[in-house]
């Protein structure tokens, strides 16, 4: 008998995960959640609540921090990524920015773009060619400063150049970890343009971040994630509409008046 084809409008399933960091420190417990072909998905969440690091069980990075999956599973497609590495993720189309935008601060952009996508062996020029092409039409700035040291960017180029180095490897799901943090908010409106743009183009977005109107006015369906358990999940307008993310998330207080 025949292989199954391979699933190729796959969707991430989060199943009934449980993970724990060294022996004893539960992170999350029982966490399920999906992310459809090319949809957007939105995590929210206070501090430590677990956001990073279901980001981190995804993409094979959680050995990394000395964490485990110790239940569930996570599939992305026909493909089980728990317990497997970043390699295996990549290979499978999941890439993950990660938070703090960690970029190579001593290489140049052109060079921080290249690493993008190691991993993915026998590439063909043409294929490399075509994600920098994208990734300078997403971020012209980014062409113009190809020779650059990275760390010399500002805090918002570094966050697109975090971003661009995950388009080299073309994923087809791409997580994003608070990528708004710290940024103005000239440069949070360009960072969700951007976010819309990439999922135009076909990439599947699961978008963690504490601001949550910005992730609510992107998504198609949220989740939030109160210490490492789904407090909350629905579709991103119907959350935007409860109390407790108003409360919470959107900076409202308890009469409905905006928080300073
Ligand atoms: N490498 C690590 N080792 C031990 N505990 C960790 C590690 N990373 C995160 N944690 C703990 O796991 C919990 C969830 O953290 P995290 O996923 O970073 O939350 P969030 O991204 O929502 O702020 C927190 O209690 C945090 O202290
Ligand atoms: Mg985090």
Redesign the pocket.
């Known amino acids: 008998m025949p292989e199954a084809p391979p699933d190729d409008e796959p969707a991430l399933h989060v199943e009934s995960l449980d ?1 724990t ?2 022996r004893a ?1 539960s ?2 417990r029982s966490v399920s959640l999906t992310v459809p072909h090319g949809g957007v998905v939105a995590l929210l ?12 069980a995804v993409s094979g990075t959680l050995r990394l ?3 485990a999956v110790t239940a569930g599973r996570v599939r992305y497609g026909d493909t089980v990524l728990d317990g497997r590495d970043p390699v295996a993720a990549v290979r499978a189309g999941v890439v993950q920015v990660p ?1 703090g935008r960690r970029v190579f601060a001593g290489l140049t952009v052109d060079e921080n773009l290249r690493a993008g996508g190691l991993g993915l062996s026998r590439r063909a020029p043409a294929q490399v060619r075509r994600a920098r092409d994208r990734v300078f039409a997403l971020f012209p700035r980014l062409a113009e400063r190809t020779h650059q040291a990275a760390g010399l960017l500002s805090g918002g180029e570094q966050q697109m150049l975090a971003i661009g180095r995950a388009l080299m490897a073309a994923p087809r799901l791409l997580l994003l ?2 990528p708004s943090l710290g940024l103005a908010p000239q440069m949070v409106h360009r960072i969700g343009e951007v976010i819309r743009e990439i999922n135009t183009q076909g990439t599947a977005v699961l978008l ?1 971040e504490q601001n949550a109107g910005m992730a609510l006015s992107l998504a198609d369906h949220a989740y939030v ?1 109160e ?2 358990e789904v407090g909350l999940s629905g579709p991103a307008a119907e959350l935007a509409r409860t109390d407790a993310v108003r409360r919470l998330y959107l900076g409202e207080t308890a009469d409905g008046q905006g928080a300073a």
């Open positions: 993970v960091y060294g420190l992170a999350l969440g206070a501090n430590g609540a677990g956001k990073t690091t279901l980001l981190r921090h000395r964490g938070e970890d608070e963690v994630l210490v490492g």
